[in-house]
């Protein structure tokens, strides 16, 4: 399911152009990391944020970012992504609104810190979305399946040409 949702998440929902900047949270995850290959094979400028100084590490010198932070050190994260986006975000792999540039894309997934919450976290700076005519969409693997083949096809001829990789965390026992 993770590969499905960052391929078709990134190339259907966020239709990336060379050259464009794209914000990824969470993007330690199975996810984001992916994102990060397609985005890049197409030329894009990509930051990503984590929650620990270790994520953070391994999103810059094992990953490739072209740089990343930990969102729970950042005291403004408006200012943060004014200073690592300047001009503004083409395209955000999540649900936050901000310094997105005009028409930008955001494909929304995941979610997993609202799993447990009895009521779910408001949107916040909706009226962006209108005054930048920014795209939100979902992404739910389920929505391609169809295109399964189309998927494999794609990500066996990268991985065979060592144009991506993946990190599993492998544990014996149950």
Do not use: W
């Not at 270790?54 to 950042?74: I, R």
């Amino acid at each position: 399911m993770p590969g499905i949702t960052a391929y078709f998440g990134f190339h259907d929902i966020c239709a990336p152009k060379k050259g464009e900047t794209v914000f990824i949270s969470a993007a330690s995850g199975d996810v984001g990391q992916l994102v990060r290959q397609f985005a890049k094979l197409l030329g894009c400028y990509v930051v990503g944020c984590a929650g620990s100084k270790g994520k953070v590490d391994l999103l810059k010198n094992k990953f490739g970012f072209d740089d990343a932070f930990n969102y729970k050190e950042e005291h403004d994260l408006a200012a943060a992504l004014k200073r690592y986006f300047p001009d503004g975000i083409n395209i955000y792999f999540q649900e936050v609104f901000l310094n997105m540039k005009l028409h930008g894309r955001i494909a929304v997934c995941g979610m997993i810190s609202e799993y447990s919450l009895a009521k779910p976290e408001p949107v916040h700076n909706l009226y962006t979305v209108i005054s930048k005519r920014i795209r939100v969409q979902g992404v739910v693997a389920g929505d391609y399946y169809h295109l399964y083949n189309k998927f494999v096809d794609a990500v066996i001829l990268l991985l065979k040409q060592g144009k991506i990789t993946y990190v599993e965390d492998i544990v014996d026992g149950l």
